[in-house]
């Protein structure tokens, strides 16, 4: 199976595609997290998108579909794909069609967590991840059940995302709307796109989503 979880930022389609991994099996292909590691690894690819990054500006199609069709032919012929944060533009979904049929693959669901954008500026600017194994927090609404100490691994390292701030949010956002979001129609009338409450408990977002997936 292979979905796309589509939503702005701070939409919860990270913490949402850590459980679908954990509980399906399936792999979370999160361009914002390859153009990350490509950034730190200093990459050619790290070296042009760190500036535009941090504007919260879109990155090139170009570059990111051709990221999207490396970690597909790296994955087993069995194995579902969560799009998170991909496709962003008109441009990358008529792309992700022709990278999924090269690989005999089709799309089985969209779905569209549907969010207060007023209120996910305080859910970006308080996130924070542990360092090392990336689970998510949030100063206020999840901290680690241990105070400094990370749930899942243990570690005592946590970072914060350089482009969590408020005004680079406005302009993810203000992305969002104006190139994002206009190409739910081209799934619509496909017939695969799910509205679910984002705004809804994490748990209860889980359920909505396991339920358009089905068994
Ligand atoms: P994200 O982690 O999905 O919020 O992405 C963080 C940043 O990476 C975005 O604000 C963009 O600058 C860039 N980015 C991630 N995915 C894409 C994409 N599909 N197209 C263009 N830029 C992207």
Same mark, same amino acid.
């Given at each position: ?14 913490? %949402? ?48 579909? #051709? ?25 990358? #979904?008529? @792309? ?46 999840? %901290? ?22 408020? %005004? ?5 956002? @203000?992305?969002?709307? #104006?190139?994002? @979001? ?34």
């Amino acid at each position: 199976m292979n979905i796309i979880l589509l939503g702005p930022p701070g939409a919860g389609k990270g913490t %949402q595609a850590q459980r679908l991994v954990e509980q399906r099996g399936m792999r979370q292909l999160s361009t914002g997290d390859m153009l990350r590691a490509a950034v730190k690894a200093g990459t050619p690819t790290g070296l042009k998108a760190k500036a535009v990054m941090e504007r919260g500006e879109l990155v090139s199609d170009e570059i990111v579909s #051709a990221l999207i069709g490396d970690e597909l032919d790296a994955m087993g012929a069995g194995e579902g794909a969560i799009f998170d944060g991909y496709p962003r533009t008109a441009a990358q #979904a008529t @792309a992700l069609d022709t990278i999924l049929t090269q690989r005999g693959r089709s799309l089985d669901h969209v779905i569209e967590l549907d969010v207060d954008e007023d209120q996910l500026v305080e859910r970006i600017t308080g996130r924070f991840t542990c360092a090392n194994c990336g689970k998510g927090y949030h100063d206020r609404f999840e %901290q680690p059940r241990q105070p400094g100490i990370c749930d899942k691994c243990g570690s005592t390292e946590f970072k914060r995302r350089p482009d969590d701030n408020e %005004q680079t949010v406005r302009t993810r956002m @203000a992305e969002y709307r #104006a190139k994002t @979001a206009p190409i739910l129609p081209i799934y619509e009338a496909r017939g695969i796109v799910t509205r679910v409450n984002g705004m809804a408990d994490i748990d209860d977002v889980t359920r909505a989503i396991e339920t358009v997936l089905g068994g």
